[in-house]
């Protein structure tokens, strides 16, 4: 089946610093989800893309889909502590009614 | 986007018994999943909540252990069935909404530990 391969898996960086996480996968995708979950919280949506080669922003979020539609990166810049918690990319192939595949998830600690 | 509540935030369980999820959305959405996310894990679609008609499961999960119903456009129940420890998990809720059915949106979880 579909399989997103997310990395890093975990990531501790100082407050101020700026973040990359991507998603790769062998599968050709249509639309690019990113998502945030914080500690006993559903996922939270954080940044859609829907045509290859699109690079769109939300605050410090920016997030790029892959012009080979195979993958896709999520920028955050000048880290905060509250960018703490677990990113999840998310994938749907075919038409919008397709299901959504998961990354395994970027686990993220911002230290003061 | 669509604002999601579920019934009961979480709860502890014996072995055995059985527990009922609730999902509430405040608008008429077009389609409503469950997931289950073990601990430390992704996410993992169980269920397409189908309304007036049975849900359509994913490969590894059954009806008779996750009964689901959607009686109308913004309401859906899971039942976790004769559970086991193994069935610890958070159950989430998620919805596509009527004209922006790329977007999905999740709603709180119910966290659940079986004992």
Same mark, same amino acid.
């Given at each position: ?22 998603? =790769? ?19 939270? *949506? ?8 699109? *690079? ?17 990166? *999520? ?32 686990? *993220? =600690?911002?230290?003061? | ?9 979480? +709860? ?6 059985? $527990? ?5 959305? +405040? /608008?008429?959405?077009?389609?409503? #999943? ?15 909540? !189908? ?20 009686? !109308? ?8 069935? !004769?559970?086991?420890?193994? +069935?610890? /998990?958070?159950?989430?809720? /998620? ?7 790329? $977007?999905?949106? #999740?709603?709180?979880?119910?966290? $659940?530990?079986? $004992?």
């Amino acid at each position: 089946g579909q399989q997103l391969n997310q990395s890093p898996q975990s990531m501790f960086i100082q407050e101020g610093e700026d973040v990359s996480m991507n998603c =790769t996968s062998s599968s050709i995708f249509n639309t690019w989800l990113w998502y945030k979950q914080d500690p006993g919280e559903g996922p939270v *949506l954080l940044i859609a893309l829907y045509k290859a080669g699109e *690079l769109t922003s939300n605050g410090r979020l920016t997030a790029q889909f892959g012009i080979t539609r195979k993958d896709s990166f *999520l920028n955050i810049s000048a880290s905060i502590p509250s960018d703490v918690g677990i990113y999840f990319c998310a994938a749907r192939g075919g038409t919008s009614y397709g299901k959504l595949t998961f990354g395994q998830g970027t686990i *993220l =600690t911002v230290h003061p | 986007s669509a604002v999601i509540s579920q019934k009961p935030s979480r +709860d502890i369980c014996q072995r055995g018994t059985s $527990l009922t999820i609730q999902c509430q959305v +405040d /608008s008429q959405v077009t389609m409503m #999943f469950w997931y289950r996310q073990q601990p430390g894990q992704s996410l993992t679609l169980i269920a397409t909540a !189908n309304q007036g008609s049975e849900a359509t499961y994913e490969s590894g999960f059954v009806i008779d252990k996750f009964p689901i119903s959607r009686p !109308n456009l913004t309401f859906s129940t899971l039942t976790v069935s !004769n559970m086991s420890p193994e +069935d610890s /998990s958070i159950y989430l809720c /998620s919805v596509k909404l009527a004209g922006v059915e790329s $977007l999905q949106f #999740f709603g709180p979880g119910t966290r $659940l530990t079986v $004992l």
